[in-house]
Every structure is written in C-alpha cells, then in structure tokens.
C-alpha cells in the first residue's frame, strides 16, 4: 500500500512496535480524561525528572499548535518574537503565529540555520518605542531546519543574552532526541538549559500522535499555569490523554508501561539509527563527483545538490524533497526505520545516473 523507503521526512515513517504496544497497553479499560489519568500523571514524573522538578508539562496534537501556543502563553499582540529565516515558524506555519497571537514574527537571515547573539542586538534598537513592535523573545529550533546543532556555548550565549535583555528564549524541539544523541547525552537539562519553554516532537520521533509543551524556568510558571486556559479556548485539549502520555513513556521513560525497567530508553536506539544512517548517507554521497553537500550532517539529514537532470529519477526510486528549488538543494531525511539497504540502494542508483553522464 505504500512505499517500503522514504527520504521525504522522519514523520513518513511508520512507528516502532513499542509505540503500537504502549497503545495497546493503554486502550484497556475505562479512565479519566483530560489529563487526569494515570499515565499522564506518570508522563508528568517523568518530564520533572529528565527536564527538572519545576517542569510543567501540557500535550497538544501537533508541532504547529506546540509552537504557537507557547508563543501565545508568553506573548502579547504588540510583542515579536525573533527567528531564523528558515524557521518553522517562520516558513512552514501558514502564518499561524500572527493569527492566533497576533504579534509578529522578525525572520533574520541564517545560511546555517543558527541565530547568534550579533544577529539579534541590531532588533532591539527600539526598545521602548511605542510605535515599534517590542521583541520580548527569541525562538531557535534544536536541531535546525538544516540539520545543524547549537552548540552547548551557542546555547549559553543565547541564553544569557535573553536573560540580560527580559526576553524569553523558546526552542522548537522536533527532533530534540536527536540533538541529545548527537551531543552523546541523556541529560536533556544540559541540551535546554536556558530555556524558558520547549516544542518537545513526537511525530518527527516515531511516534504516532501528539507533542508536548514544556515550561522549564521559573520565569514561565505563571504562563505555564494559564497555558491550560489557552490550550482549551484554542482547540488543542486533548481528551484521551492517556494515549499520548502512553507514547511518550515509549519514547522518553526508563521503564516499560508495566513499570519493567528497559536496558535504556527507547529513543536511544531509534536516534542512534536515523543518525547512523544520515552519515552512511552522506559518506557515500562524498564520493560521487557530480553531487554537492550543502550543509553538515549534525543531525538526522543530508543536504545535497544534484544535478537537475537527476531529480525526477531519484525522486521515482526514493522519495525526497527539493529544498530550494532555485539551488535544487534537496533535503534527504533518515528515520528510525531507515536500513542500511535503503541508503545502498539509493546510493547505486546515484552511482548509475553518475556513471551514464559520464558516458554521455
């Protein structure tokens, strides 16, 4: 019924047999909803313990609502908030944050998908003028769009820089368990220190449904004691919480839905194998002349530019998208699901089309 590999994004991939038996696990019986279920409340332990105990933690249905309504607990209509020109928010939330917030967003142009602490003085010049936007925040995504990671020093920087300046810092998190092993740590206080409120992905880390929304400093705590209020007027309450919470305990926990401890959690193993077949990717890739890599590989994609004529035939043996379609730069993504044999088959049939322009 559909294809058996996929470069197109890790949330074309199906989702491990662990995710579907937390689901099992979870659809037995009758239980509380909205949150009040047990599992959730164990969800509940289990962010305070990996993110700190002053975590508050609330789950909505996709990124889109994660980013925005974060943004909307924090922020008032005259506020802006700064970001990356390549963004999420910026590019691929169909105008969302200035509908449902009704501030406004400052995209600053960013080749590597970072912001740097130069980059955002400049915005904030007009301080205080009542007839300018005022920045009250900054938002990064960890990894970026372009899969490179911030540094634990870049975070710092920034971090610091929100502080001294009274903005909040959020971070879009789709692919945090992928930072997390790329920097070799299961310490995610480490990976989000600094931040104020934190998009945690689900979709984009195997699982089924659902994201959370994390508040993280004590600064957030009022924000994060109405965000329940936001949540609900904005449509993003689930009530059968127990099914995302049960999700999440796969994902995140050290243990199994029967309270089994697990030789270590879950996405670990499934990071470990998108990144381990991003760079077998990219390593094979290297070697062919006629193919650019665009970006680096810190995360769980290789950017690439391959000649035009190539496209539609790649395309029809694995599907990807075409990042820039004036560059044709094209974005290949690994998932938990991807197999060494789905990167060797692409990778022959790169080698072919390289092989047959020579000839020609």
């Known amino acids: 019924m559909f294809a ?3 470069f197109g994004s890790d949330n ?5 047999d662990a995710v579907w038996q937390a689901l099992q696990c979870a659809n037995s019986g009758f239980a ?3 949150g009040t279920d047990q599992l959730t409340q164990r969800c509940d332990e289990m962010w305070r313990k990996l993110f700190g105990p002053e975590t508050k933690a609330y789950f909505v249905f996709n990124g889109t609502a994660a980013n925005v309504l974060s943004l909307a607990a924090l922020l008032r209509s005259h506020h802006s908030v700064l970001v990356s020109s390549m963004s999420h928010l910026h590019v691929d939330e169909c105008g969302a944050p200035e509908r449902v917030w009704g501030g406004k967003l400052l995209a600053i142009e960013a ?4 912001l740097r602490v130069d980059d955002l003085r400049p915005h904030l010049i007009r301080k205080g003028d009542q007839h300018h936007s005022q920045v009250k925040a900054v938002s990064i995504t960890q990894p970026t769009e372009v899969g490179t990671l911030y540094s634990r020093a870049e975070l710092r920087e920034l971090a610091e820089f929100c502080q001294s300046e009274g903005l909040w ?3 879009d998190g789709a692919r945090l368990v992928v930072a997390a092993h790329r920097w070799g740590t299961e310490n995610f206080r480490e990976l989000t220190e600094g931040v104020d409120v934190l998009s945690f992905g689900g979709t984009k880390n195997a699982l089924v449904f659902g994201e959370a929304v994390l508040f993280l400093s004590p600064t957030s705590r009022q924000a994060a004691n109405e965000f329940a209020f936001v949540r609900k007027q904005l449509m993003q309450l689930p009530s059968k919480t127990r099914f995302i919470a049960a999700q999440f305990l796969a994902l995140l926990d050290d243990k199994d839905l029967l309270g089994q401890p697990l030789s270590r959690p879950n996405w670990t193993t499934w990071a470990g194998q998108a990144c381990s077949m991003a760079d077998r990717l990219r390593e094979g890739l290297e070697k062919i002349n006629a193919v650019r890599i665009t970006q680096k590989t810190q995360a769980n994609s290789v ?3 391959f000649p035009r004529a190539w496209i539609k035939a790649l395309r029809d043996h694995t599907f990807f998208y075409v990042w820039d379609e004036s560059s044709f730069e094209c974005r290949l993504m690994c998932s938990w699901s991807t197999q060494s044999q789905h990167i060797d ?3 022959d049939t790169v080698r072919r089309l390289a092989e047959t322009n020579n000839e020609g």
């Open 169 to 171: 810092l959020h971070m």
């Open 4 to 6: 058996s590999r996929g």
């Open 345 to 347: 088959e692409f990778l």
């Open 12 to 16: 074309h991939s199906g989702v491990p």
């Open 303 to 305: 950017f690439a530019v």
């Open 32 to 34: 509380p909803a909205y």
């Open 111 to 114: 080749l590597d998908g970072k």
